[in-house]
């Protein structure tokens, strides 16, 4: 295929190691500063929202052997989303109702979740918007991609936030509930969120996840009011 116009590599900085196998790349303008993550596996790689579409990205991922999937956490994070899939022929992955904001575009839409191999699994979390949803990657001691559906207050621990723009607000708290009941301590010790990751301080990703998840009150987040 023809190469697409990008700007100078030199203006992006590259991804950087995460996890064992797991990289993050900058925050991405277009999909208003969001995080996106790449898996390397043997079964196929993924990505997991967009980064910027730029050469030094396109370059890295095609450097790790390309992208198999490329899986939208939320309608907020399809960036150029048809760019990355002309350029590397990837197989576009989105719950089934947010796939119309993706017209022209070969895509595979999932209901309730969707698994792709023996180490990975989407799990449809509705509540930030109607099709958000996360990655649960069962490696090292299982990582969980939670887009905008958990994202890391200042302390650096996981919180769903009420914005304005939040599609519905209990609905998202019974989909961290469901989380809650779905993992344990042997089945879940990261979290990669999509946004907010500069509340890390350069870590990128949120370790002891089981334990930080059983530690929300649910009860009261019901309670919170929307951010404006």
């Not at 730029?54 to 989303?81: C, M, P, Y």
């Not at 350029?87 to 209901?111: D, H, K, M, R, W």
């Not at 993992?183 to 350069?202: M, Q, S, V, W």
Request: charged fraction near 15%.
């Amino acid at each position: 295929m023809c190469p697409l116009p990008q700007q100078p590599s030199s203006t992006t900085k590259p991804p950087r190691a995460v996890l064992h196998s797991i990289y993050a790349f900058p925050p991405n303008r277009d999909t208003l500063g969001a995080t996106s993550y790449f898996i390397v596996g043997n079964e196929g790689n993924i990505l997991i929202d967009c980064p910027a579409v730029e050469q030094t990205n396109l370059d890295f991922l095609r450097s790790h052997g390309g992208v198999r999937w490329l899986f939208l956490t939320h309608r907020g994070a399809i960036g150029k989303t048809a760019e990355i899939q002309q350029s590397l022929n990837c197989e576009i992955l989105i719950q089934e109702q947010e796939a119309y904001l993706l017209p022209g575009l070969t895509v595979t839409t999932f209901t309730q979740g969707i698994t792709l191999n023996s180490t990975l699994e989407v799990i449809w979390t509705p509540g930030h918007s109607p099709g958000s949803s996360c990655l649960y990657y069962g490696e090292l001691g299982g990582v969980l991609f939670s887009g905008r559906h958990l994202v890391p207050n200042q302390q650096g621990e996981p919180v769903p936030l009420h914005t304005a723009k939040t599609f519905h607000w209990p609905r998202q708290i019974k989909s961290l509930q469901s989380l809650r009941e779905r993992f344990t301590a042997d089945t879940l010790e990261y979290i990669c969120p999509g946004a907010n990751t500069g509340f890390l301080r350069g870590q990128r990703f949120i370790d002891q996840a089981d334990h930080c998840l059983a530690s929300l009150d649910l009860a009261a987040l019901l309670q919170i009011q929307p951010l404006l």
